[in-house]
C-alpha cells in the first residue's frame, strides 16, 4: 500500500509539473513529423536548389523509422535528461523529502516509487511512439516491415530509458547540482556507446539496446535476452548507488 502511495503521489506530481506531458509531446513529435519530413525533404531540396534528388534519397518505412530512431535517441535523450534530472533535486531543493523521512519513511523506497513511475511511463510511450511511427511510415510510404519490428524496437528502446531513469536519478543523489546531473548523464548516454565498442563490450551495457533497436529485426532471440537481463542488472546498480548516497541524512538535510 506504501508503494503504491507514492507511485500515485509521484505520478500525479508528475502529470502537474508538465514532467509526464513534456515528455509525451516530444516523443510523439518526432514519430508523426519524421516521415512527414523525409516524404517532403526531396521536393524541399528541389525548391531551394533546383536540382531533383528524389531518387537519391530512400524513401521507404525502414529509412523512416531508421531517422525516428535516430531522432530519439540523439534529441528526445536531452530532452528527457533536461526533464529527468530535476526530480529528486527539487524535492531536495524544496526540501520536501524530509517530511516524509522523518515519519519514518525509508528513502529507498522514495527512490525506487520515482524511479519506477517514470520508467514505467517512459516505457509505455516508447513502445506506443514506435507503433505510431510504424503506422505513420507505412501509410506514407507502404509497410515493408512486420509490426514484430517496431513492437520489439520499441521496448528495448524502452528499457534502455528505463535504465536511464534510475541512472539519473541516481546520480542526482550525489551530484549535488542540476548542470552536473545533465552533463553527466549526457557523457554516459553519448561517449558510453563509442567507448563500449571501443572495447568491445558493447554486449555487456545497456548500449546494446540501443545497436539492437535499430535493426528492428522484430525478434526476440538469445542475444537480446542476455541484454534485457544485464540491463535490469545495471538499473539495480544504479538504483543500489542512489540509496547509498541519498540515505546520507546529511545529504537531504543540508544539501
Same mark, same amino acid.
Given at each position: 500500500?506504501?508503494?503504491?502511495?507514492?507511485?500515485?503521489?509521484?505520478?500525479?506530481?508528475?502529470?502537474?509539473?508538465?514532467?509526464?506531458?513534456?515528455?509525451?509531446?516530444?516523443?510523439?513529435?518526432?514519430?508523426?513529423?519524421?516521415?512527414?519530413?523525409? *516524404?517532403?525533404?526531396?521536393?524541399?531540396?528541389?525548391?531551394?536548389?533546383?536540382?531533383?534528388?528524389?531518387?537519391?534519397?530512400?524513401?521507404?518505412?525502414?529509412?523512416?523509422?531508421?531517422?525516428?530512431?535516430?531522432?530519439?535517441?540523439?534529441?528526445?535523450?536531452?530532452?528527457?535528461?533536461?526533464?529527468?534530472?530535476?526530480?529528486?533535486?527539487?524535492?531536495?531543493?524544496?526540501?520536501?523529502? +524530509? +517530511?516524509?523521512?522523518?515519519?519514518?519513511?525509508?528513502?529507498?523506497?522514495?527512490?525506487?516509487?520515482?524511479?519506477?513511475?517514470?520508467?514505467?511511463?517512459?516505457?509505455?510511450?516508447?513502445?506506443?511512439?514506435?507503433?505510431?511511427?510504424?503506422?505513420?511510415?507505412?501509410? +506514407?510510404?507502404?509497410?515493408?516491415?512486420?509490426?514484430? /519490428?517496431?513492437?520489439? =524496437?520499441?521496448?528495448?528502446?524502452?528499457?534502455?530509458?528505463?535504465?536511464?531513469?534510475?541512472?539519473?536519478?541516481?546520480?542526482?543523489?550525489?551530484?549535488?547540482?542540476?548542470?552536473?546531473?545533465?552533463?553527466?548523464?549526457?557523457?554516459?548516454?553519448?561517449?558510453?556507446?563509442?567507448?563500449?565498442?571501443?572495447?568491445?563490450?558493447?554486449?555487456?551495457?545497456?548500449?546494446?539496446?540501443?545497436?539492437?533497436? =535499430?535493426?528492428?529485426?522484430?525478434?526476440?532471440? *538469445?542475444?537480446?535476452?542476455?541484454?534485457?537481463?544485464? /540491463?535490469?542488472?545495471?538499473?539495480?546498480?544504479?538504483?543500489?548507488?542512489?540509496?547509498?548516497?541519498?540515505?546520507?541524512?546529511?545529504?537531504? *538535510?543540508? *544539501?
Amino acid at each position: 500500500y506504501e508503494g503504491g502511495a507514492l507511485m500515485k503521489k509521484e505520478w500525479m506530481e508528475g502529470v502537474r509539473s508538465w514532467k509526464v506531458i513534456g515528455i509525451v509531446l516530444v516523443a510523439l513529435f518526432f514519430s508523426i513529423m519524421d516521415p512527414v519530413i523525409l *516524404r517532403f525533404t526531396p521536393y524541399m531540396l528541389k525548391e531551394f536548389s533546383g536540382m531533383d534528388i528524389e531518387g537519391m534519397i530512400d524513401l521507404s518505412q525502414r529509412n523512416a523509422m531508421l531517422n525516428f530512431h535516430q531522432d530519439i535517441y540523439q534529441i528526445f535523450t536531452i530532452a528527457y535528461l533536461v526533464i529527468m534530472g530535476n526530480v529528486w533535486l527539487n524535492e531536495v531543493k524544496k526540501k520536501t523529502v +524530509i +517530511i516524509p523521512v522523518s515519519k519514518g519513511l525509508k528513502i529507498s523506497r522514495i527512490l525506487l516509487a520515482k524511479s519506477l513511475v517514470y520508467s514505467l511511463m517512459v516505457l509505455v510511450v516508447m513502445l506506443a511512439v514506435y507503433l505510431i511511427d510504424y503506422l505513420y511510415a507505412g501509410l +506514407i510510404f507502404g509497410f515493408e516491415m512486420a509490426l514484430s /519490428a517496431a513492437v520489439v =524496437s520499441g521496448i528495448l528502446m524502452g528499457i534502455f530509458y528505463c535504465f536511464l531513469t534510475f541512472l539519473v536519478i541516481g546520480l542526482s543523489t550525489f551530484i549535488y547540482n542540476f548542470p552536473g546531473v545533465i552533463f553527466t548523464g549526457l557523457t554516459v548516454v553519448f561517449a558510453g556507446p563509442f567507448l563500449a565498442g571501443l572495447m568491445k563490450v558493447e554486449s555487456y551495457t545497456p548500449f546494446g539496446l540501443l545497436s539492437e533497436a =535499430s535493426k528492428f529485426e522484430g525478434l526476440f532471440g *538469445r542475444e537480446i535476452i542476455v541484454l534485457l537481463a544485464l /540491463a535490469l542488472v545495471w538499473i539495480a546498480a544504479s538504483y543500489g548507488l542512489g540509496v547509498l548516497a541519498a540515505g546520507k541524512k546529511e545529504i537531504v *538535510r543540508y *544539501r
